[in-house]
T-cell receptor
């Protein structure tokens, strides 16, 4: 099966940079994704890493190290609207198919 | 493009009753997922369809949950009979084919069991 570990909560101030870590254990591996979910809302896709290294999308960047089974999401120039839950998700092998498993989520609280 | 549509938005039932949720994915998305999200946790995959075939349902409690996607487009998820621990948000997501494709989620159905 698959399992993921990420911090339950992170706090930061507006304008700062914050990093949310994710470690995973999986049978087979087909990419690490990040999703954002505001309270009462639907998860929305942020980024995807299949290969080692950094992927940048505006203020958000995501990093993957397959040898360490580790990734992180980096949020720069934090804004109040970034207060939300952030989930890492991996695709691992189950019954011959790569299926998604989500972490428990990290609640990011941005203070003014 | 229109997003993933789900209904109802909210549902309150008593334990041992049955309930059904409906999902209409984004047009052209062959892959459809149903998730259960308990408060304070991440989405847990219940079942994944590719067109009208089941890719994985290993975490679906088959004694009480069932899902279908008969024509490879919209889908229904049913719980019969419901238990108190089924109180959760049920999310539907869809994607283009391929493990690297992002999932697009609907707003979910918030189910409360009394």
């Amino acid at each position: 099966g698959q399992s993921l570990e990420q911090p339950s909560e992170v706090t930061a101030v507006e304008g700062a940079i914050v990093q949310i870590n994710c470690t995973y254990q999986t049978s087979g591996f087909y990419g690490l994704s990040w999703y954002q979910q505001h309270d009462g809302g639907a998860p929305t896709f942020l980024s995807y890493n299949a290969l080692d290294g950094l992927e940048e999308t505006g203020r958000f960047s995501s990093f993957l190290s397959r040898s360490d089974s580790y990734g992180y999401l980096l949020l720069q120039e934090l804004q109040m609207k970034d207060s939300a839950s952030y989930f890492c998700a991996v695709r691992g092998l189950s019954g011959g198919s790569y299926i998604p498993t989500f972490g428990r989520g990290t609640s990011l609280i941005v203070h003014p | 493009e229109a997003g993933v549509a789900q209904s109802p938005r909210y549902k309150i039932i008593e334990k041992r009753q049955s309930v059904a949720f409906w999902c209409n994915p984004i047009s052209g998305h062959a892959t459809l997922y149903w998730y259960q999200q308990i408060l304070g946790q991440g989405p847990k995959l219940l079942i994944q369809f590719q067109n009208n075939g089941v890719v994985d349902d290993s975490q679906l409690p088959k004694d009480r949950f069932s899902a279908e996607r008969l024509k490879g487009v919209d889908s229904t998820l049913k719980i019969q009979p419901a238990k108190l621990e089924d109180s959760a948000v049920y999310l539907c997501a869809s994607s283009l084919s391929g493990e690297d494709q992002p999932q697009h989620f609907g707003d979910g159905t918030r189910l409360s069991i009394l």
